[in-house]
T-cell receptor, first 116, second 117 residues
């Protein structure tokens, strides 16, 4: 597709439930990034993929968070046993190559997760 | 500690005048900088970028200036239009091989620009 597509747009989960978010990158883009934005603050980098391989996971919480990018499937970000503090907008982004090569990262519209 | 700082949470400008949004960074390994514009309930939209080998990049009404010695960049919008009202985020990326951050953007907290008719 011509844009980064994220689903669902909104998700409400009770504390302790699982949340799973999906992202389809722009066609031809081999890099996918996940960012978390809490309360309109700055974006926190979570994880990036180069195709189906984890490229950088330095921002991923050690527990409860996992992500995958499998061939011919949307990428996913999963949160096991959600907590109130996980409430945030989760943005997926994609790019053709690394930013330092002069490429731009394009963002989806975000998935709003509310944990109640 | 914040590596990318946008010290003005908000800015109000009259239509037709210049808007200047500022961004400071602390990490000398950053070598590529981007500005994103964000409307409520939407994702950030890429606006303009600059590599550290340049000190200026221009695209239509938007110009980004980079002062490496001061670790400062600014986005100029001339003339400002009401449709420019949005939150503007400054973002930076580190050099290849630095701390696994290749391709990872570090964002500031944003500046909300209001352009009044």
């Amino acid at each position: 597709g011509e844009e980064v597509a994220q689903t669902p747009k909104h998700l409400v989960r009770g504390e302790g439930q699982k949340a799973k978010l999906y992202c389809a990158p722009i066609k031809g883009h081999s890099y996918v990034f996940w960012y978390q934005q809490v309360l309109k603050n700055e974006f926190k980098f979570l994880i990036s993929f180069q195709n189906e391989n984890v490229f950088d996971e330095t921002g991923m919480p050690k527990e409860r968070f996992s992500a995958k990018c499998l061939p011919n499937s949307p990428c996913s970000l999963e949160i096991q046993a959600t907590k109130l503090e996980d409430s945030a907008v989760y943005f997926c982004a994609s790019s053709q190559s690394t930013v330092i090569s002069g490429n731009t990262i394009y963002f989806g519209e975000g998935s709003w997760l509310t944990v109640v | 500690d914040q590596q990318v700082k946008q010290n003005s949470p908000s800015l109000s400008v009259q239509e037709g005048r210049i808007s200047i949004l500022n961004c400071d960074y602390t990490n000398s390994m950053f070598d590529y900088f981007l500005w994103y514009k964000k409307y409520p309930a939407e994702g950030p939209t890429f606006l303009i970028s600059i590599s550290s080998i340049k000190d200026k990049n221009e695209d239509g009404r938007f110009t980004v200036f980079l002062n490496k010695s001061a670790k400062h960049l600014s986005l100029h919008i001339v003339p400002s239009q009401p449709g420019d009202s949005a939150v503007y985020f400054c973002a930076a990326s580190a050099k290849e091989g630095y701390g696994g951050s290749q391709g990872n953007l570090i964002f500031g907290k944003g500046t909300k620009l209001s352009v009044k008719p």
